[in-house]
C-alpha cells in the first residue's frame, strides 16, 4: 500500500514491524496504517544505541516534545526483551522518570492516570516513543479467504465490506446498475465507494453489472409486490457465479434484520434461496445509528448519502411482501426466465480495480 514511491522500508522482528522511512512520509505512512486491519497499534519511534545514557537522553527529548504538546503529566512503561542489558526494566523506569522530571519543568509523573506515556523496549536496539495510536486490530488482510460484497450506492454495503476486511477477508464487490434509469453518476459514486472500501483490504476489484434487462423482465411479468424480493433473487444468483469466478468463498451483504421490507427474516431466506454459497451479514443485528456512526468513522457516509438513487430504489413496489414464502417465491422466479439475461449481464461486465 505504501509502493515504491515512498521510500519506506519494512523490517520484521518477533513481535514488531519497523518502517523505517523520511520524516516528511510519516503522514502518508500513518494514513496507511490508520486503514491497516490486523495491528494493534502504532507510534512514530526513536532508535538509539543500548546504553542507559543513551535511552535516557532519548526519554528527555519525548518528554520535551510532550511538554511542548501542553501534557502535564506522564509515566514511563519499559520493557527489557534483551536481558543482557545491565539496567532491568523497574530501573529504567525510575532513571527515566527522574531525568524527564529533573529536565523538564511543569512535567510530573503520574503512574495512575497519565496524560501520555513514554515507552521504552530494549531490543536489539533501544526504542523510546510516545503517542501510541490505536489501530483497528482484527485479523491481517487474506487471511481469512476471499469473500464478494453485494456493494450498493447506500450507506450499509460498504460498513459491511469494512467489517468482513477486519476479519482478515479480502474483498471483491459487485455492483448491479440500471442505466439509463440511473445516472452515471451513480455508477461513479459506487466507484468512489469501493475505493474508499478497498483501502481497508489492500485495494478491491470491483465487478459492474447493468441489469436494467432482469428488472425490466421482472417489471414486465412478476407480481408487483414481489418485485424487489425477486430482484434481489436474480441479483444473489450473478453474485454467486461472479463468486465462483473470483474464488470468493461467501457472498457479504450490508442487510439489517427488518430494516427494510426486504430484509425480514422471511424475505431473506427467499433472496438467498436459490444458492449455495454462504451469505455473510454482518449488519444483521446493527441498527441504523449504529451504521451510520460506523459509515462516518470509516470514511463512506458523506459519499453513500450523495443524492444519487441505485438501481433497487427506481423499482421499489409501493406495496412490498413483508412475509415471502419461499416456495411461491420460486415458482415465480421460475417463470421469470432470467437466467439468460443474468449471463449477458455477466458477459457485459465491467471489472474495475
Known sequence: MLGPESDAKLKTTDGRFYIEASEEKSETIESVLSRLTGISGWAKTAACPKTIEDVLHACIKEGRKLSNMGVKTFKI???????????????ICCQAGDAVCETIGGLKVDIHNPQ?????????????????????????????????????????SPVAGFLMACRGM???????????????????????LAGITGSYCMGIRLYILNFIKVQMRIK?????????????????????????KTKSKCLITGESLSQVASQTIE???????????????PLIGFSKEDIILKAKKIGTFETS??????????FTPPHPVLHGNVTEANTIYET??????????????????
Not at 479480502?170 to 468512489?192: C, G, W
Not at 449471463?343 to 471489472?351: F, I, K, S, T, V
Open 220 to 244: 414486465e411479468r412478476a407480481p408487483p409486490p414481489w418485485t424487489t424480493i425477486l430482484l434481489r433473487m436474480a441479483m444473489m444468483e450473478a453474485a454467486e457465479k461472479t463468486a465462483d
Open 305 to 314: 448519502i450523495e443524492p444519487y438513487e441505485d438501481c433497487c430504489v427506481l
Open 336 to 353: 421469470l426466465e432470467l437466467e439468460p439475461l443474468i449471463d449477458e449481464a455477466l458477459q457485459n461486465q465491467e471489472l474495475v480495480k
Open 116 to 156: 501520555d506515556i513514554i515507552k521504552v523496549e530494549i531490543r536489539e536496539k533501544a526504542y523510546v516513543y510516545s503517542g501510541s495510536k490505536k489501530g483497528l486490530g482484527g485479523l491481517p488482510a487474506g487471511s481469512a479467504g476471499r469473500g464478494l460484497l453485494l456493494l450498493s450506492g447506500g450507506i450499509d
Open 170 to 192: 479480502n474483498i471483491d464487490a459487485i455492483h448491479f446498475h440500471a442505466y439509463p434509469y440511473t445516472s452515471l453518476e451513480a455508477k461513479q459514486k459506487v466507484m468512489r
Open 267 to 281: 424475505n431473506l431466506n427467499c433472496t438467498q434461496s436459490r444458492i449455495k454459497l454462504p451469505v455473510l451479514r
Open 77 to 91: 512503561e519499559a520493557r527489557r526483551t534483551d536481558k543482557s542489558f545491565p539496567v532491568n526494566s523497574y530501573e
